[in-house]
């Protein structure tokens, strides 16, 4: 019953509906003090959305304001900034997010049939076109598929494996400006795991060269603020659940978006 309350909550997060949420969560909490685990059961996954998304709701306002969307195409990380006003070229804009669970951007290569790349076109095709989209994927490589691919000697190095899974997400990245006239923007990797920074920096420097170089997409050259520069990490008050960046780094994203 849990996981129907979970998949409940999740998609009308998704959906905007966020003043119907409260009244949930407070039912679910009564439900989930007395299970015990939840993290390591069957429903781990979806016990983890649950609780990022009852974290941000608790910095969330409702109702949404009708503004101009921007998009932003994700996976997880996609929610964080979701249903938040930034004020762009001169004119406030809500960001609308489109989640794809689970994709890696190994999962955009042309002969895959993975479930996550249908939900990819799937959500892509809900963007109308000529629109502006932010795109935040590459966390789930960094986190395991990279280093795996190289344990499983497809690649002699994570470099070499950061240099495809790259080249692949830009491939159809420039497909999607060019076939849809979107104005595309590219999210760097979020650095909030320690565990994984010293990937996640190669792979959004890599992202980040290979992106200055094409005149029809953009980076969003925010990752270096949201790292504390004694220390290399994530600033402490962008924390949110130790996966996924606070809402308040909303604040770098608007700063970050390009004339």
């Keep these: ?41 069957a429903i781990g996954i979806d016990n983890a959305y649950y ?24 996976d997880s990380h996609a929610l964080s900034p979701s249903w ?4 762009w070229r001169g004119t406030r804009h809500l960001m609308h997010p489109l989640l794809v669970t689970g994709l890696k951007v190994w999962h955009l290569r042309p002969d895959s049939d993975f479930f996550t790349k249908a939900n990819f076109e799937a959500a892509v095709e809900r963007v109308p076109d000529g629109a502006t989209v932010i795109f935040a994927f590459g966390q789930i490589d960094c986190r ?17 494996a950061i240099d495809v899974a790259v080249g692949l997400y830009i491939a159809r990245l420039l497909e999607l400006a060019a076939a849809r006239q979107f104005r595309i923007l590219v999210h760097p990797v979020p ?11 190669l792979f959004n420097k890599a992202l980040r060269v290979r992106i200055n170089a094409e005149p029809s997409i953009e980076w969003l050259d925010l990752d270096g603020m949201l790292l504390d520069g004694p220390t290399g990490r994530l600033h402490e008050h962008l924390e949110l659940d130790g996966t996924h960046l606070h809402p308040r780094y909303v604040e770098m994203l608007e700063r970050a978006l390009p004339e």
Aim: proline letters at 7%; a positive charge; glycine letters at 4%.
């Design 1 to 41: 019953m849990l996981a129907v309350f979970y998949a409940a909550i999740k998609a009308l997060f998704c959906m905007g509906a966020l003043a119907a949420l409260p009244p949930l969560v407070e039912l679910v909490e009564r439900v989930r003090r007395d299970v015990k685990d939840l993290h390591f059961s």
């Design 51 to 74: 609780c990022y998304i009852a974290q941000l709701l608790q910095t969330a306002s409702a109702p949404i304001p009708r503004l101009p969307p921007i998009y932003v195409v994700g």
């Design 191 to 201: 650095p909030v795991m320690e565990e994984t920074l010293a990937v996640v920096t």
């Design 84 to 87: 938040r006003a930034v004020s």
């Design 144 to 160: 395991e598929g990279l280093l795996v691919a190289v344990q499983r000697a497809r690649y002699e190095t994570v470099q070499q």
